[in-house]
């Protein structure tokens, strides 16, 4: 005889790991779009600090990767929200 109760509620834990994985894939994705984008409209004027001045270069490159991780961060949330992750809970 099954003595264990039937819940109706599903398992917190692979609830939570769900919306993890969802709101990861969505991030990966929009990181990849984002590096891509910056690559290929920014890679002449790169290539030329690179050559010309390399304290510039790498101060540029370090606000680029603040721009992208606040932007990817803003556009994620933003459709996790959407896609009703929080109905999960």
């Given at each position: 005889m099954?003595?264990?109760?039937?819940?109706?509620?599903?398992?917190?834990?692979k609830s939570l790991a769900r919306k993890l994985f969802i709101e990861l894939s969505i991030y990966f994705v929009l990181l990849?779009?984002?590096?891509?984008?910056?690559?290929?409209?920014?890679?002449?004027?790169?290539?030329?600090?690179?050559?010309?001045?390399?304290?510039?270069y790498g101060l540029?490159?370090?606000?680029?990767?603040l721009f992208q991780s606040v932007i990817v961060e803003i556009f994620s949330s933003f459709l996790a929200n959407k896609i009703t992750l929080d109905r999960m809970e």
């Open positions: 099954d003595t264990e109760p039937q819940s109706d509620h599903p398992n917190p834990d990849v779009i984002c590096f891509l984008l910056m690559k290929i409209s920014l890679e002449d004027l790169l290539q030329k600090l690179f050559d010309e001045n390399l304290g510039l540029i490159g370090l606000g680029m990767i």
